[in-house]
């Protein structure tokens, strides 16, 4: 399976932006799915994940009510909703699939290719 991640880009502070992560290959409906980011010259940092239904979800509480994340097994696609944006939050943005409901990194084996997402003062 592969995994597409779309919708990054430049917006201001308080604004919002909705990422995407587009899979082909394969059904990520048996799969957990996250969102993590990465500046550079630091360790790639957890965001949110999802387990297979959707039913439950976690955030880092950087981002706890904040941002939203979602999935359609239908459409084979996970989405992550980010309003109230901080300057903080610029980082290059990655989808990932894994076979537990997990916080950890290492939980995920399969990564999409990054989308960028700049957030301006």
């Known amino acids: 399976v592969q995994l597409q991640a779309c919708g990054g880009g430049l917006v201001q502070a308080g604004g919002s932006l909705r990422l995407s992560c587009a899979a082909s290959?394969?059904?990520?409906?048996?799969?957990?799915l996250g969102w993590f980011r990465q500046t550079p010259g630091k360790e790639r940092e957890f965001v949110a994940k999802?387990?297979?239904?959707?039913?439950?979800?976690y955030y880092a509480d950087s981002v706890k009510g904040r941002f939203t994340i979602s999935r359609d097994n239908i459409k084979n696609t996970l989405y992550l909703q980010m309003n109230s944006l901080k300057p903080e939050d610029t980082a290059v943005y990655y989808c990932?699939?894994?076979?537990?409901?997990?916080?950890?990194?290492?939980?995920?084996?399969?990564w999409g290719q990054g989308t960028q997402v700049t957030v301006s003062s």
């Open positions: 999802i387990n297979w239904s959707g039913a439950s979800t």
């Open positions: 990932a699939a894994g076979r537990w409901f997990s916080n950890g990194i290492n939980n995920y084996d399969i």
């Open positions: 290959g394969r059904s990520l409906s048996n799969y957990a």
